[in-house]
């Protein structure tokens, strides 16, 4: 891979920020159905024309389409290479079946859980997800009021388009930091502090890195340079209003570190009380590490399909990780969740909470803060329902047993 485009990507997401299209498609291109449509989607043959109310995630996504340049739509819902694992992600949560016990005299359910111990009201996190001032101009400011809305949290990307203060003011939700890690350890040190100050509850470490998305080359991103400067400047660069376009992308090119080892957690323990979550893990021996170091969260995660094509569904990974951490540290997930069934799948197999990405980031782009609050309702009303039809008061009443084996 081309180091400075995959150091673009990491700025921007390691990466992302949404990136801004310089090229438009032709309209072949256009009439493409996404990876990962889903049936029952709204069809709008006005792009710019009249507002379809959504009653699923697939909605959004036809929404999000509509709203957005081509080039930046593609950048949230695309995979990397040939998009196997993204449609795996998918797929792996239709292929579970359950089997719901009969008369079970539910008549009311309670999706509230708690989240290393953070009470929250329905199981359901936002993931950190870059660039979002490109997918709407209140960007993570509007994310951050909608989940404090919905009573959840909300996990923020280094790289999301604003500060930590920024989002810290915008609500006063619970709030998790995700972290790429700069070169420069004092850079680093700062911004988790700046974290911490502002209220943010815990650290997350993302360490699945590399991403080769065709359609981002093939549409050839270019970042804006105000949005590069600021994004630097958010990090705690210095970064001069002299700096030109040029000399800021070769500064981001060498900004990064790609060499990450466990080690890492050691250092932020020494900066840091809050507690410490890992996020990419799919093999059961690199959970175990976790646990022996003292992490305080695993998440599972294959990033959504955007890192390394032909890696398994998420959800296919995490039996084998819940029974080797066996309780010692909360598991969660995220990647392909995209109905409420597909939140209580996740749970029966062992997970504590479950994390959404693109389903949000449409819903964002097609209808600002009122479609981040529509998504999570929607999701919280399909849950409800697959509680209801399965036999579960509580989330802690949903069972392994309600998933034919």
Not at 40 to 45: E, K, L
Not at 120 to 132: D, F, N, R, S, Y
Not at 304 to 326: T, Y
Not at 374 to 403: H, Y
């Amino acid at each position: 891979m081309n180091r400075r485009f995959f150091s673009q990507l990491l700025a921007l997401g390691a990466g992302s920020v949404g990136l801004w299209q310089s090229h438009a498609r032709g309209d072949d291109e256009l009439a493409q159905e996404p990876a990962d449509a889903q049936p029952g989607a709204v069809r709008d043959s006005n792009r710019a024309g009249r507002k379809t109310e959504p009653v699923n995630v697939a909605d959004f996504q036809e929404l999000a389409k509509a709203a957005l340049p081509p080039a930046t739509y593609d950048y949230i819902t695309t995979g990397t290479t040939d998009e196997v694992t993204l449609r795996d992600n998918v797929a792996a949560f239709q292929r579970l079946r359950l089997l719901p016990p009969l008369l079970t005299g539910v008549a009311d359910v309670d999706t509230s859980t708690a989240v290393l111990k953070q009470p929250i009201a329905l199981p359901i996190l936002l993931a950190p997800v870059a660039g979002q001032s490109l997918y709407h101009p209140q960007g993570a400011l509007a994310s951050a009021r909608a989940a404090a809305a919905a009573k959840t949290i909300m996990g923020v990307s280094i790289s999301v388009g604003h500060s930590v203060e920024e989002i810290a003011a915008a609500s006063s939700g619970p709030k998790w930091f995700q972290l790429y890690m700069p070169k420069d350890r004092v850079v680093a040190k700062r911004l988790v502090e700046r974290a911490e100050r502002s209220g943010f509850q815990a650290i997350v470490l993302t360490v699945d890195l590399g991403e080769r998305k065709d359609a981002d080359k093939r549409n050839r991103f270019a970042l804006p340079e105000n949005t590069l400067r600021k994004h630097l400047r958010d990090i705690g660069f210095n970064i001069s209003d002299r700096m030109t376009y040029e000399q800021m992308m070769a500064f981001n090119d060498q900004a990064w570190d790609l060499a990450l080892s466990w080690n890492a957690f050691d250092w932020l323990r020494s900066i840091t009380k809050l507690p410490l979550l890992i996020k990419g893990v799919l093999r059961a021996d690199d959970a175990k590490k976790a646990v022996a170091i003292g992490l305080d969260g695993i998440i599972v995660s294959n990033h959504g399909g955007r890192r390394l094509d032909g890696v398994p569904a998420s959800i296919d990974q995490l039996p084998q990780i819940v029974a080797e951490v066996n309780g010692r540290a909360e598991i969660l997930l995220d990647s392909g969740v995209r109905r409420g069934t597909d939140v209580l799948k996740a749970i029966a197999l062992g997970a504590k909470a479950v994390l959404i990405g693109r389903p949000y980031a449409w819903a964002l782009a097609a209808d600002g803060e009122a479609g981040v609050a529509k998504v999570l309702e929607l999701l919280r009303e399909e849950l409800v329902s697959a509680m209801l039809a399965t036999g579960c008061p509580n989330i802690a009443g949903i069972k392994r047993d309600l998933l034919k084996s």
